[in-house]
């Protein structure tokens, strides 16, 4: 079983930054089986999107909205998940949630609001 625990959301004015932590634990999670690592956005009344993907070759994907302005990263050796946000708008308000693919399984965190002011 895996557990995600995201940390990192706040308030924050627009063009700001912030980092989104996503803390992986549990018996069945080591880099060998770790299929995909993303972040996912809901904001209030629009359906749950994926921001940023990490493969476990190192391959990227990006949210057209997002490029240039986000970067996803890990750290194998703590099972950590990160998104760099940069240049923040107000659009990108929403709850953040890590995903992790292991093995077959999927898993999700409990999500950490991000909030932009203008």
């Known amino acids: 079983q895996v557990q995600l625990a995201e940390s990192g959301g706040g308030l924050v004015q627009a063009g700001g930054s912030l980092r989104l932590s996503c803390a992986a634990s549990g018996s069945g999670i080591n880099i060998f089986n770790i299929n995909a690592m993303n972040w996912y956005r809901q904001a209030p009344g629009k359906q749950r999107e994926l921001v940023a993907s990490l493969s476990r070759d190192g391959s990227t994907y990006y949210q057209d909205s997002v490029k240039g302005r986000f970067t996803i990263s890990r750290n194998n050796a703590k099972n950590m998940l990160y998104l760099q946000m940069n240049s923040l708008r107000p659009e990108d308000t929403a709850v953040y949630y890590c995903?992790?693919?292991?093995?077959?399984?999927?898993?999700w965190g409990q999500g950490t609001q991000v909030t932009v002011s203008s």
């Open positions: 995903y992790f693919q292991v093995g077959p399984r999927e898993y």
